[in-house]
């Protein structure tokens, strides 16, 4: 079983940063393991933000691109997403996932004035 903890959601400002930690414990080779970040606004499906491979290669929302950065730290099987530039079009709750195994809690971000 995964256990995946999201952590530094809140409330900013547009063009505003914040940076999301994701930990990951349980039974899972996290160095192996791609780990992505999804986001649900209200009365909107689920979409895919960012992901990230074992080799640390990324793919990210045409609407983010350039302004987040998925990354990792294998060592302290976390995964991190920051968020710059950020608009009141990314408020919405913030998931982890490891594709096939599981989320996380979420955590909500809100881009308001």
């Known amino acids: 079983q995964v256990q995946l903890v999201e952590s530094g959601g809140g409330l900013v400002q547009p063009g505003g940063s914040l940076r999301l930690s994701c930990a990951a414990s349980g039974s899972i080779i996290f160095s192996s393991t791609i780990m992505a970040w999804f986001r649900q606004a209200p009365g909107k499906e689920r979409e895919l933000v960012a992901r990230i491979t074992s080799g640390a290669s990324t793919y990210y929302l045409r609407s983010v691109m350039g302004r987040f950065t998925i990354s990792r730290d294998n060592a302290k099987k976390t995964v991190y997403l920051q968020m710059d530039s950020l608009t009141p079009e990314d408020t919405a709750v913030y998931y982890c996932?490891?594709?096939?195994?599981?989320w996380g809690q979420g955590t909500q971000v809100t881009v308001s004035s």
């Open positions: 996932n490891v594709p096939g195994v599981g």
